[in-house]
């Protein structure tokens, strides 16, 4: 995250003496990231550090390890995440549906908040959820953020935190990267602002607002996620928030998609017109995520809105349908529709939608979804995903385009 931030209060100095509360030693604590040459975060605890354990680890009865469908044809999925029950908190909830060797995409329905004693962490991944329905708090040690339809919570790897709902229950797409999930480094001029070209404004996120520290004694557990989704049980002598001020640059953070501003030309415009973030290099490994939001269609007389068949060789493409309404998918998807396909598969509108689309020319078109692309990583589908995959998909053009001709 480019926009480095403070909260509570700290020493003016790093690492030197200081009594947040008269009489008791503050202690000091680094969040690192690329072997403490990365992004990283100074966070100072009222009276304990984060290693104070009062319990042997232990195994947790949760595991979040994707478990591979044993199908294996290449074919275009669409998986109808609106048939999958509302069950569990935002953790014991999350069904992995694709993954990869640096990727994992989840769907979270839950339908209570976590325990208040109980806490999450991944140890292994950063994560993205957005958020598709619920209102609830994020809680983290930095502090608390609102959950909001349609909004981006960007949570980095190592943050300890717990989603307390306030709705009855949530709808959360979630995707994993090993990698930092940022805004887009070619977005960012060399003091590390958002330049005045690019479709994002960094100070347009909602950094966590930071409580009083909760100085409290205790057993407070944290499922730790590592190893490729083994989730071990630690438990903390003290409860986990008990930072009285922080500085730094890793830290979770929220973003409205709709503050993703587009960038329009008169012709159709290729997806990274609508890149949100990135992790990874850019380039060969990590992956894209971009934000299709309402925006002006081209402007050019023959424009045709819909895009191209198209195949992108190096990226695996998925997609979550906030909406049911997107021009080239119309009549084929249903709101909350992942559709999965695989890079070396090409993919296009359905039926007569492009010529159809040249009604929209100019116009303000409607639609809202997320689109995550790898970069030379191939996807897997999960036991799940197969489970709630839409059977007819794979000719699903041959039959709107047969509508069509009769
Ligand atoms: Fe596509």
Request: hydrophobic share 35%; with cysteine; net charge negative.
């Amino acid at each position: 995250m480019a926009m480095i931030t403070k909260r509570g209060t700290l020493p003016r100095t790093p690492h030197t003496e200081f009594y947040a509360k008269a009489g008791v030693f503050s202690l000091e604590e680094i969040h690192g990231s690329y072997g403490f040459n990365g992004a990283y975060s100074r966070k100072i605890h009222l009276r304990s550090y984060p290693t104070e354990q009062s319990k042997p680890p232990k195994k947790s009865n949760l595991s979040l390890i994707p478990l591979p469908t044993g199908e294996n044809i290449l074919q275009p999925y669409h998986i109808l995440t609106k048939d999958m029950p509302y069950e569990g908190d935002v953790i014991s909830g999350r069904r992995p549906l694709l993954f990869g060797l640096n990727t994992i995409i989840s769907v979270s329905k839950p339908s209570e908040s976590m325990q208040e004693k109980i806490f999450f962490r991944n140890g292994e991944k950063h994560e993205l959820y957005f958020v598709h329905e619920g209102e609830g708090i994020l809680k983290t040690e930095y502090g608390n953020l609102k959950v909001k339809k349609n909004h981006y919570l960007i949570i980095p790897k190592g943050t300890t935190y717990s989603i307390e709902l306030s709705s009855k229950d949530a709808f959360f797409l979630i995707i994993e990267s090993r990698f930092p999930i940022i805004f887009p480094p070619h977005y960012m001029n060399k003091e590390g602002q958002a330049t005045l070209m690019a479709p994002i404004v960094e100070t347009e996120i909602e950094v966590p607002e930071l409580a009083e520290p909760i100085d409290q004694k205790g057993d407070f557990e944290i499922n730790v996620k590592h190893n490729d989704g083994n989730l071990s049980t630690l438990t903390l002598s003290h409860h986990p928030f008990d930072v009285v001020g922080w500085e730094g640059s890793l830290y979770p953070f929220a973003f409205d998609i709709n503050n993703h501003h587009c960038l329009v030309r008169e012709i159709h415009t290729a997806p990274p017109t609508r890149q949100t973030f990135q992790s990874g290099d850019g380039n060969t490994y990590g992956f894209s995520i971009c934000s299709f939001i309402t925006q002006i269609e081209g402007w050019h007389p023959k424009d045709i809105a819909a895009p191209y068949a198209h195949y992108n060789v190096d990226s695996d493409e998925v997609m979550f349908f906030a909406s049911e309404k997107y021009g080239a998918r119309e009549g084929v998807i249903t709101e909350a529709s992942i559709t999965f396909h695989p890079g070396s598969l090409p993919h296009s509108p359905h039926g007569d939608s492009a010529k159809r689309s040249t009604k929209m020319r100019g116009k303000l078109n409607e639609q809202l979804a997320v689109m995550l692309d790898t970069f030379f990583e191939s996807l897997t589908m999960t036991e799940i995903g197969y489970k709630y995959r839409d059977k007819e998909y794979a000719l699903s053009w041959h039959k709107a385009a047969s509508a069509v001709k009769s």
